[in-house]
């Protein structure tokens, strides 16, 4: 048979000499900020390694079966469908999710795994793979990380690609992991680590403009321009956002005639039983995305500390909502309760997208590039919050990444607008 293989995506001079020390490693780890070509690199080297890998079984795996698909089946468009195309089919190994790919040897088969949560490494038990491709690897749980060293070991020729975006020096990938085989690739030339840091200098698909625009998203002073394109390693620190200043901040002065007639309007809330409950009024105009009112409810601080239920934040919003402008409320996905109570009352309610960090960098942007305006006063409550959202710092000395919890009530509510309704061409990132 001969074998076919499609074009393959320009390569940089580092991304070349990256591919050129795969045959002779078994670690393989592609690093660096966001659009560097990593996934389609490891995607390459690793549809290469399997057209002659004597082992039939191999494992890809991400966060998710769905990341993995996307991130290096199809990988836009320089995955395992196009290095295979006519040679591979989707499938079932043991009632696993799969790809049957005809190499120049064999057929292999490659199976698809997730590997966020704790457990998840359960699933590829059992099983010796003759190579591995975890992508986003630092996202993954370590227990579904270090099943993959193990079940690699037996392979004939033993090959392990990762790669993912940096995080903080104390993550559990650099400690638990990457640093203990730099020591002994240090103290043995040839131990087979291949190690490459790649920023989106190394998009050969890019022209300098497209880069200069994508670079213009960023707040270069932000943590995600430290990470996304200079591709450094930057633990998080101090306020989450402190681009925010008063060019997001507007009056009745500056409010535009007629907003809620030539806008999209969406409520997002953020749903508490012991904390507070928040709903916001948003305007998005296509240029510019509108805070403009702000319901909150913290029954600590109510005559006599009573709590409301149900029923009763529904009425609530029958009242915020009012009766002319109908719209979608995007709530928070926990609030089953409520968002039950509020179908059916015939609103339109949509479970919002409860992406922590990826939420906090879109409106980060949105931030920075002053789409978002919030209304000062009668959203004071939200400004509040967001002047005084910080970082938990001893979650960021051990690696982890989260904002400390409280004042995050409308602070989340915003973000689960971003992340739900605000599409990632018009963000940037």
């Known amino acids: 048979m001969v074998a076919k293989i499609n074009l393959i995506s320009p390569l940089s001079t580092n991304q070349y000499n990256y591919l050129s020390r795969v045959p002779n490693s078994w670690l393989n780890v592609a690093e660096g900020g966001k659009r560097g070509g990593k996934n389609i690199l490891n995607a390459l080297a690793f549809a290469m390694t399997l057209e002659e890998h004597p082992n039939r079984l191999h494992l890809i795996g991400a966060v998710s079966i769905a990341n993995a698909k996307m991130n290096i089946i199809d990988c836009d468009g320089f995955g395992l469908l196009n290095y295979f195309e006519g040679r591979c089919r989707e499938g079932k190994y043991k009632n696993k999710d799969c790809l049957y790919i005809k190499t120049k040897t064999s057929e292999k088969i490659v199976l698809i795994a997730g590997g966020l949560k704790d457990g998840d490494e359960k699933y590829i038990k059992g099983n010796s793979y003759g190579t591995a491709y975890v992508t986003e690897a630092n996202e993954c749980h370590v227990k579904f990380v270090k099943e993959v060293f193990d079940r690699t070991i037996a392979s004939k020729d033993r090959k392990i690609f990762h790669d993912f975006n940096p995080k903080a020096e104390a993550h559990y990938y650099y400690v638990d992991i990457l640093d203990f085989h730099e020591k002994r690739q240090k103290n043995n030339?040839?131990?087979?680590?291949?190690?490459?840091?790649?920023?989106?200098?190394?998009?050969?698909?890019?022209?300098?403009?497209?880069?200069?625009?994508?670079?213009?998203?960023?707040?270069?002073?932000?943590?995600?321009?430290?990470?996304?394109?200079?591709?450094?390693?930057?633990?998080?620190?101090?306020?989450?956002?402190?681009?925010?200043?008063?060019?997001?901040?507007?009056?009745?002065?500056?409010?535009?005639?007629?907003?809620?007639?030539?806008?999209?309007?969406?409520?997002?809330?953020?749903?508490?039983?012991?904390?507070?409950?928040?709903?916001?009024?948003?305007?998005?105009?296509?240029?510019?995305?509108?805070?403009?009112?702000?319901?909150?409810?913290?029954?600590?601080?109510?005559?006599?500390?009573?709590?409301?239920?149900?029923?009763?934040?529904?009425?609530?919003?029958?009242?915020?909502?009012?009766?002319?402008?109908?719209?979608?409320i995007i709530a928070d996905p926990s609030a089953e309760s409520f968002i039950t109570e509020l179908k059916n009352r015939l609103f339109f309610v949509t479970g919002a997208d409860n992406d922590v960090l990826n939420g906090i960098r879109r409106l980060s942007t949105l931030f920075y590039k002053k789409i978002i305006k919030i209304h000062k006063y009668r959203c004071a409550g939200l400004v509040k919050e967001l002047q005084a959202y910080v970082w938990d710092e001893k979650a960021a000395k051990y690696g982890e990444e989260k904002p400390v919890k409280q004042g995050d009530h409308g602070a989340d509510a915003l973000r689960y607008f971003v992340n739900t309704k605000i599409p990632k061409w018009r963000i940037g990132v």
């Open 189 to 328: 030339p040839n131990y087979g680590l291949n190690y490459g840091h790649f920023t989106i200098a190394d998009n050969m698909s890019l022209t300098q403009e497209k880069i200069n625009r994508e670079m213009a998203t960023y707040d270069k002073k932000s943590i995600w321009f430290q990470r996304d394109i200079l591709g450094l390693r930057k633990q998080v620190e101090g306020l989450v956002y402190d681009m925010f200043d008063d060019g997001n901040l507007y009056d009745d002065t500056e409010r535009p005639e007629n907003l809620e007639h030539r806008t999209q309007r969406t409520i997002a809330l953020d749903y508490g039983t012991t904390n507070p409950t928040v709903f916001l009024d948003i305007y998005d105009d296509d240029e510019f995305i509108w805070v403009d009112n702000e319901y909150r409810f913290d029954y600590n601080e109510a005559e006599g500390k009573k709590k409301k239920s149900d029923v009763q934040y529904a009425d609530d919003m029958v009242i915020f909502m009012g009766k002319e402008y109908q719209c979608e």
